[in-house]
């Protein structure tokens, strides 16, 4: 069974940075495509950015371009994602997920917490 594990999250003042971390189980970076969603009380889970799983090609939204850069590691099996130049708007829950299949990534973590103070 395909576990993911996020960690790295925290409270921090805009303009500071941070960086989350991923584990996967079984391998899963080296086989699938790879992102981080977010997601804040009363909204829908939000697309941040991915990377493929044969190119390594990233993408990311607007909004974190310049500031967020999405990486991974298949021989640690982790994903990360650096946060710079964190703004309030970021804040959020931020979850991983793995293996895109019908319209949807099959697998998510458990997600780890992200607080920017202005």
């Known amino acids: 069974q395909v576990q993911l594990v996020e960690s790295g999250g925290g409270s921090v003042q805009a303009g500071r940075s941070l960086r989350l971390s991923c584990r996967g189980s079984g391998g899963i970076f080296g086989r699938c495509g790879v992102g981080w969603y977010r997601q804040t009380p009363g909204k829908e889970r939000e697309y941040v950015s991915s990377?493929?799983?044969?190119?390594?090609?990233?993408r990311y939204i607007d909004s974190v371009k310049g500031r967020f850069t999405i990486s991974k590691d298949n021989a640690k099996n982790t994903l990360y994602l650096q946060m710079n130049n964190l703004k309030p708007e970021d804040t959020a829950m931020y979850y991983c997920?793995?293996?895109?299949?019908?319209?949807?990534?099959?697998?998510w973590g458990q997600g780890t917490q992200v607080t920017v103070s202005s």
């Open positions: 997920a793995a293996c895109w299949d019908s319209g949807t990534y099959q697998y």
């Open positions: 990377i493929s799983s044969l190119y390594a090609t990233t």
